[in-house]
């Protein structure tokens, strides 16, 4: 049997030019895209308001592709662990974060990740394959299905690193943000990066208003590099270079991830430094709790992380402890995957 092609991974323009190919009456896609994205329906066959000859043709042709989900972790504080396996057998995971006023989902963009930060249990596990935009599309259908619930924000996140899968993840922010599809708005969507600075180059010429955060978890290069490899490659001042031109086009305030780890990058020299690196660039900077993974790393103490959030800002520096999310259920990226047979 041929496998049939995955509608999710068209965008709406994309739906409307294979429909016209396939000679299936192009404008239908409006129908479609409601269906499978407003009333999140996953057969041709139930969608009513197309012809039966019309629902028989495109089942011969394409299906809405979900991913099987192999299980879920629930934490008390209600964040909820997916890990999803796609047709291949490949794993990724999902996470679903609520707040007061919204709930957001943390996405996977690559079955794995070749970057290999000492740090982080995905990076630990090597690199599979990219996902298609599809792929990281239904990951977020698949939770508002299975907690009937929609979804207010998207971060590209989770597993792997998105500037090194660009084109379907540009596709998949369309989808998000397109007002026929899950109408998220722009500024609600943020891409993390450890750095990719031809990614940070080209998303800048985008005509998108997302957030764009950047990892960076050490005051210097000398502590990047040993976290992260993908350091020598761009090391901090082409990276800063590269945010610089991305807000002198943008104007918009970029985020800056910073894990504070115990007895590495949390003294007050390392604030300092910090401070010094970052003087020029209007940014947010969120302080994260290590997860432990099993790594060398420690998590910096809580009075400690305090007293790192207090020298930035009384510095001029936007910082914030980023509230603790899933810590009962390993909510760090690539931990639940580990855990599976
Ligand atoms: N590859 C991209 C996006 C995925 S990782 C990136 O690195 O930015 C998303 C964020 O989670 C990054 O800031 C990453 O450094 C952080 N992270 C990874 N492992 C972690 C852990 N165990 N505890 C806390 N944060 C972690
Ligand atoms: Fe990859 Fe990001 Fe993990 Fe580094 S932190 S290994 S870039 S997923």
Redesign the pocket.
């Known amino acids: 049997m041929r496998t049939l092609e995955n509608v999710l991974d068209y965008d709406y323009e994309g739906l409307r030019r294979k429909l016209e190919r396939e000679k299936l009456e192009p404008y239908r896609a409006t129908q479609i895209f409601d269906w499978i994205y407003k009333k999140k329906v996953s057969s041709f066959s139930v969608m009513t308001n197309l012809s039966k000859k019309l629902r028989e043709k495109l089942s011969q042709r394409l299906e809405v592709k979900f991913p099987v989900l192999v299980t879920t972790a629930r934490s008390k504080d209600g964040t909820v662990k997916f890990l999803w396996k796609y047709d291949d057998g490949s794993t990724v995971e999902s996470v679903l974060l609520r707040y007061s006023d919204r709930t957001s989902a943390?996405i996977?963009?690559q079955v794995g990740?070749a970057?290999g930060?000492e740090?982080?249990?995905?990076?630990k596990s090597g690199f599979a394959r990219n996902l298609t935009s599809g792929e990281m599309l239904a990951q977020i259908l698949g939770m508002e299905k299975t907690e009937n619930e929609r979804i207010g924000n998207v971060?590209?996140?989770?597993?792997?690193?998105?500037?090194l899968n660009y084109d379907e993840v540009m596709r998949a922010i369309h989808v998000i943000a397109d007002s026929k599809a899950l109408k998220i708005s722009q500024r609600r969507i943020s891409?993390?990066?450890?750095?990719i600075v031809d990614g940070i180059k080209r998303l800048s010429n985008e005509p998108l208003d997302i957030i764009l955060?950047?990892?960076l978890?050490a005051p210097n290069d000398e502590k990047r590099s040993k976290i992260?490899p993908i350091n020598q490659k761009y090391p901090l001042s082409m990276l800063l270079d590269a945010v610089r031109e991305y807000q002198a086009i943008k104007n918009r305030r970029v985020t800056f991830?910073y894990?504070l780890f115990d007895e590495f990058n949390d003294s007050m020299t390392d604030a300092l430094e910090l401070v010094e690196l970052l003087k020029d660039i209007k940014c947010n900077v969120n302080l994260?709790?290590?997860?432990?993974?099993g790594?060398k790393f420690k998590r910096t103490p809580a009075d400690k992380a305090s007293r790192f959030e207090e020298f930035l800002r009384s510095h001029g520096i936007e910082a914030v402890i980023r509230a603790e999310k899933g810590s009962d259920i390993d909510a760090?990226?690539?931990?639940l995957r580990r855990r599976m047979p």
């Not at 971060?155 to 500037?163: I, L, Q, S, Y």
């Not at 994260?288 to 993974?293: F, K, Q, V």
């Open positions: 943390c996977s963009s990740c970057l930060c740090f982080c249990a995905t990076g971060v590209f996140m989770g597993m792997g690193e998105p500037m891409i993390s990066t450890s750095g955060s950047i990892s978890h992260m991830e894990i994260i709790a290590y997860n432990e993974t790594s760090a990226c690539g931990q």
